[in-house]
């Protein structure tokens, strides 16, 4: 392994560690909202990660800047997602929660 | 082949049936339809994973994005509770249960029996040249089997014409209760949504691509933009829209037969000009059917009684 | 690598289909999209891993296909209006 | 067992579950949705068997079948949906006809 294949893998992990998190965060918070909040560390932080280790890896620059692409576009994408999600939950009535 | 690569095999093939099974059982119809679209997403996988990254894109355009929203939408014109058929007794769901195991069981063992070794790949490969293409699977939809998928373009203008027939789409009217992030999406990606579209049809003369691949991505450009409501739904009495309904039969058609004429087969291209008249089907099967599928869109049902006589709105 | 790489698709995969149980449990419409939602990111990163193989260079489009088509499904989710009145 | 013995078996559950689901499940949704998961039970198998020449290419013609096929059965499935609206659409409109 070289220095660059140790590094792709230590990017991995991380990313694998914060889809776990995701994974955790929407089985355990107590809400939709809270939940989307959840969502958003795979979306954005772990597939970064992952992206990232993939670029430093390949080989050619056309494959690094097409997965970096993916990873933009994913982003753009959720981040809108996201919104579209939570205000159809709110126009239909359901308020988030809070520790009463 | 490693061991976490059977791992990983192993997981996949057990969350299908698992998902399908959930699918079915679930009480709730939407998430029956999520856990559909879940599915679509993990049998994407399965299609990358047995080295089928033409049937993962198609997928991946269809089974997510398209078939998701056409239930999804459906679901908002029926309700939940409406369109229940008569409860089926308990005597048939096991005469039925023990008959699909043994058809379950039956498939299983018989498929992994088959000795025979593998079927046309060699005979593909070595008539490949013929085909005017490089790439064996668009040679075989194209230039092999161009029957089947000449018949097929023809079933699929059929559907979109009877579908319509049915359900014939509503316009939504009113404020978007949404705005603005849908119509902002639509609009940031429909540039991308064509530009992929036609990369994809670009790429399949050499590498996974080509016309189903292509108009499914643009039909799904196009559903977000009907959603987004920055599109009305296609209408059939547009002379433009049934202009591109038929393109690509039309088109297919012509190429065909006109080999007649000069004495020589149904479908038999013309070698000189066979990649050109290829690509040009496949341009016009793109749109075709990325309109077909678009058809298949009714839109959303409009508030009150308007979705109820869905005629008027033809 | 590709070893490396399988490890963690394997863990991608097993910790989205833990999520499934949100689909099951809901409450809410909106909760089970989110699992969607996940699927569809999880996907996308098992599809960029495989994609390094070599040979295999087509799953990035269908990653990028994936990517392209999500927000349909949630938005066609968000327009669902439960005909009945009942609620999400 | 290898990779395509694996998928096909699951393909082989999921053509068994869902016939279950077109002849037991009561709503129409729900056997709309059985009879369009029988095809993609169909197309694992198909699949699964053309890379029975792993890891040499694998056959494309079953490849072309199912490609065909996937956007065969979207629109079969759309067909049935546009049915099931308009039947839902008659039952709620007139309840006093004689519709079935």
Redo the contacts between chains.
Sequence with gaps: MTVIDVVATALWVVGAVFFFAGTVGLLRFPDVYTRLHALTKPDNVGLGFIVSGLAIQSSELAVALKVIAVWVLLLVVNAVSCQVIARATWNRGIRPWSRR | MTALDLVFDVVLATVMPVLVWRILASKDLASSVVLFVALGLVSALAWARLHAPDIALVEAAVGAGLTGALLMNALSWIGAEAGVTEPVSRATRVGVGILVTAVGVGLAVAVIHLTQPVGLAHEVDARLADAHVDYPVTAVLLSFRGYDTLLEIAVLVTAALGARLYAPGSVPGGDDPLSPHPRVLARVLTPIVVLVAGYLLWRGASAPGGAFQAAAVLAGGGILLVLARVLRPPRMSSIAVRAALVAGLAWFIAVAALPLATGAQLLEYPSASAKQLIISIEVALTLSISIVLLMFFPGEPAPGEAARHPEDRW | MHEVRMGITVVLLISVVAGLARITRGPTLADRMLVAQLFCTTAVAVLLLLAADPGAEALRDVALVFTLLAPTVVITFARYRAPTGAGP | ?????????????????????V?????????I??A??IG??V???L????????P?????????????G???S??????A?????????R???DDEGGWP
């Design positions: 067992m290898s990779a395509w013995s694996i998928y096909a078996c699951s393909g082989a559950a999921i053509i068994a579950l869902s016939l279950y689901g002849f037991a499940c009561a709503p129409l949704l729900k056997r949705l059985a369009n998961l993609t039970g197309f694992l198998i699949v699964a068997l053309a890379d029975r020449s792993a040499a290419q694998p056959d494309p013609v079953p490849h072309a079948l199912v490609l065909t996937v956007v065969i979207v629109s079969a499935t759309a067909l949906l546009a049915i099931a609206i308009r039947l839902a659409d039952r709620s409109s």
